[in-house]
Nanobody, 125 residues
């Protein structure tokens, strides 16, 4: 399984922005769908966004719609998560994930078998 590497996390004030990156060799040519997930303190893992590598269709959790945007960069094997208007409840570890068997967009973490190590996002004043 390819290993994903997330980066871009950090500490930001409420209302601020961060852009997360997820990279893996040949990511955009191997996987149909890449997902973003997060897990906050004392919370279950939550699907945040996902994007198709065929075309650019994406889905978002209701909690982040209108604030988060996921995109991909052809030729760089990278997926991005642009996060705007961040709230304290967005705090958590953020992960990207994919699975060769998953060919449809889904925010269900059970559909993803390859995960990165995560990057921490803290939204606090």
């Amino acid at each position: 399984q390819l290993r994903f590497v997330e980066s871009g996390g950090g500490l930001v004030h409420p209302g601020g922005s961060l852009t997360l990156s997820c990279t893996a060799p040949e990511m955009t040519s191997v996987y149909y769908v890449v997902g973003w997930f997060r897990q906050g303190p004392g919370k279950e893992r939550e699907g945040v966004a996902c994007i198709s590598n065929v075309g650019k269709s994406s889905d978002y959790a209701d909690s982040v719609k209108g604030r988060f945007t996921t995109s991909k960069e052809y030729g760089q094997n990278a997926i991005y998560l642009q996060m705007n208007s961040l709230k304290p409840e967005d705090t958590g570890s953020y992960y990207c994930a994919a699975d060769r068997r998953t060919t449809s967009r889904t925010l269900d973490s059970r559909a993803y078998g390859s995960w990165g190590q995560g990057t921490q996002v803290t939204v606090s004043s």
